[in-house]
């Protein structure tokens, strides 16, 4: 089970930080990809952020680019991801999960198997 937390109501260029704790036996946490996606209203969802099993390779997309980071807590079963910066653009649902099939398939929403319950986020201009 992925339990996301930390969304919220913010101004453009505020700073919010999303959590992610998985819990369960359902996944070994240290062993997985792990991923953030975001659903605009109207929109399909996309890719954030995805970070490697040791924290060591993370990866964010063109847009969220030297604003949003992505970290892990093996021990304690967390994703974090900081947000600064942040742009109306940002606002929707944002999602953790579990990426099924490795590295390098971090982009790819259909090899996420494990989905969090999402958090909102919404950001004013």
């Known amino acids: 089970q992925l339990q996301a937390s930390g969304g919220g109501l913010v101004q453009a260029g505020g700073s919010l930080t999303l959590s992610c704790v998985a819990s369960?036996?359902?996944?070994?946490?240290?062993?997985?990809?792990m991923g953030w996606f975001r659903q605009a209203p109207g929109k399909a969802r996309e890719f954030v952020a995805g970070?490697?099993?040791?924290?060591?390779?993370?990866y964010n997309t063109h847009s969220v680019k030297g604003r949003f980071t992505i970290s892990r807590d093996n021990p304690g079963n967390t994703v974090t991801l900081q947000m600064s910066s942040l742009k109306p653009e940002d606002t929707g649902v944002y999602y953790c999960?579990?990426?099924?099939?490795?590295?390098?398939?971090?982009?790819?929403?259909?090899?996420?198997?494990?989905w969090g319950q999402g958090t909102q986020v919404t950001v004013s201009s």
């Open positions: 999960a579990r990426q099924r099939s490795g590295w390098k398939a971090v982009t790819d929403g259909t090899q996420y198997d494990y």
């Open positions: 369960g036996r359902t996944f070994t946490f240290k062993n997985a990809v």
């Open positions: 970070i490697g099993w040791t924290g060591d390779r993370t």
